[in-house]
């Protein structure tokens, strides 16, 4: 089947599909109509752009059907003061509510990741969620664990990262490893999946940022991210397959902490190349 449907009687022949495809395997044929470069749809990446970018719609692709994507009259922009602040507010929340995130609500906002960029639209990020409490506290003893082991060992690590301190608040009931939130959700990906940590971070951002309009807090969960990277163990008590790996986790639930200041940052480190 060819890779994209051209709707003569609606392309105005304006060449926006080709200078969008960003794989470049479209050309403007001498009709002045689009075409795929012979040999090139291999390349197709699937990013829906050409069809995306056509003001009359008049270009379909089997790869990111027309069908499938959404119309825009106007696409809403923020004011740049509105979007900074709303930057600005997202805020890495250390204490949750109890209750649990329903299911619905947690798909919801995990739809968000899929709306994040990847290297050549590789996506392939799967998602798991720790729902039960004791599962919680499984991750965290296990995290417990390796942070032992290094603090014994002497690693710099363990004391680049106060992990002495935080064992010994785990020791005495309170959790700076996951801090009591309710769920974690934890990113995986193909274990040969090359872009995989960055797309992860990436999608996680999305959820971050997207968690507050739905009521929810989160936190990266750091000590987890590198337990992970570091020992077999917590993969293999998430049940996560042999050829996948951890690429990111994230704590969330309903916050139990309003802000009423934007925390301020280093000055930005900015320098012109002349
Ligand atoms: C990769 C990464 C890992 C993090 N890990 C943790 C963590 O394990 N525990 C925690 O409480 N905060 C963690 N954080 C949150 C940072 O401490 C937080 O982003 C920073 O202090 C700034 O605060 P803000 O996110 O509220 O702006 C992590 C953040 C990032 C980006």
Redesign the pocket.
């Known amino acids: 089947m060819a890779l994209i449907k051209v709707d003569e009687t609606k392309c105005d022949q304006d060449g926006a599909c080709v200078r969008a495809c960003p794989a470049g395997i479209l050309t403007q044929q001498a009709s002045g109509l689009p075409a795929v470069v012979r040999g090139m749809a291999q390349f197709c990446i699937a990013c829906g752009h050409c069809t995306a970018v056509c003001p009359h719609g008049a270009l379909d692709n089997v790869r990111a059907p027309l069908s499938t994507q959404t119309p825009l009259e106007r696409f809403p922009v923020l004011d740049p003061e509105t979007a900074l602040t709303f930057l600005r507010s997202?805020?890495?929340i250390?204490c949750y509510k109890p209750e649990p995130v329903p299911r619905e609500l947690m798909e919801k906002l995990l739809q968000a990741a899929r709306y994040a960029p990847s290297g050549h639209n590789s996506q392939g990020l799967s998602f798991l969620v720790v729902e039960k409490p004791e599962h919680m506290k499984g991750v965290k003893e296990r995290v417990a664990r390796w942070m032992k082991a290094l603090v014994d060992s002497g690693s710099e690590l363990a004391h680049k990262f106060h992990m002495p301190g935080i064992l010994r608040a785990y020791e005495q009931g309170q959790d700076?490893?996951l801090?009591d939130a309710p769920h974690l959700i934890v990113v995986t990906a193909a274990k040969d999946h090359a872009p995989a940590r960055v797309t992860t971070?990436l999608a996680l951002e999305y959820v971050e940022l997207y968690a507050t309009s739905l009521g929810l807090g989160t936190?990266?969960?750091?000590?987890?991210?590198t337990c992970a990277q570091m020992t077999p163990d917590l993969a293999a008590f998430l049940g996560i397959p042999d050829d996948h790996v951890i690429t990111g986790t994230m704590m969330v639930g309903y916050p139990d902490e309003i802000y009423h200041r934007l925390?301020e940052r280093n000055p930005l480190d900015l320098r012109w190349l002349e």
Do not use: D, E, K, M
């Open positions: 997202r805020r890495s250390r700076r490893i801090r971070f936190c990266w969960a750091g000590y987890v991210n925390p």
